[in-house]
Nanobody, 121 residues
Framework: QVQLVESGGGLVHPGGSLRLSCAPS????????MGWYRQAQGKQRELVAT???????NYADSVKGRFTISRDNAKNTVYLQMNSLKPEDTAVYYC???????????????WGQGTLVTVSS
C-alpha cells in the first residue's frame, strides 16, 4: 500500500519560515495533481494549495503571496514553502495526490498522515 510521507513541520515564531516536503513511500507510475491541505484544531480541513503535473498552481486566499507550492516530477515530490507565518497558520498539514501505481491502473486519491506546524512566540 503506497502512502504519502510528509516532513518539515515544527515550531516556528511568527514571521518565520518552514518548508514542507511530501513523497510517496513506494514505487508509483505517475502523479496528476498534488496538493497541501490543513486542519486547525476544531476546524474543518481546508485547501492550502495545489499543483498540476504541468505546474499550474492554485492557492487559498489566506496564503497567497506567503506560501509557494512546487514539485519535482523526477522525484515525485511536492513542496510547500511557507514564509511570513502567522499564528493562524497553526494546523496539521496534509499532503494529497492523485496517483496511479501502474500504466493500466486508475488514478486514486491518497493522503499523508499529516505534519504539525505550530506558529507561536
Amino acid at each position: 500500500q503506497v502512502q504519502l510521507v510528509e516532513s518539515g513541520g515544527g515550531l516556528v515564531h511568527p514571521g518565520g519560515s518552514l518548508r514542507l516536503s511530501c513523497a510517496p513511500s513506494g514505487s508509483i507510475f505517475s502523479i496528476n495533481v498534488m496538493g497541501w491541505y490543513r486542519q486547525a484544531q476544531g476546524k474543518q480541513r481546508e485547501l492550502v494549495a495545489t499543483i498540476t503535473s504541468g505546474g499550474g498552481t492554485n492557492y487559498a486566499d489566506s496564503v497567497k503571496g506567503r506560501f509557494t507550492i512546487s514539485r519535482d516530477n523526477a522525484k515525485n515530490t511536492v513542496y510547500l514553502q511557507m514564509n511570513s507565518l502567522k499564528p493562524e497558520d497553526t494546523a496539521v498539514y496534509y499532503c494529497n495526490a492523485d496517483l496511479r501505481l501502474s500504466y493500466y491502473g486508475a488514478y486514486r486519491e491518497v493522503w499523508g498522515q499529516g505534519t504539525l506546524v505550530t506558529v507561536s512566540s
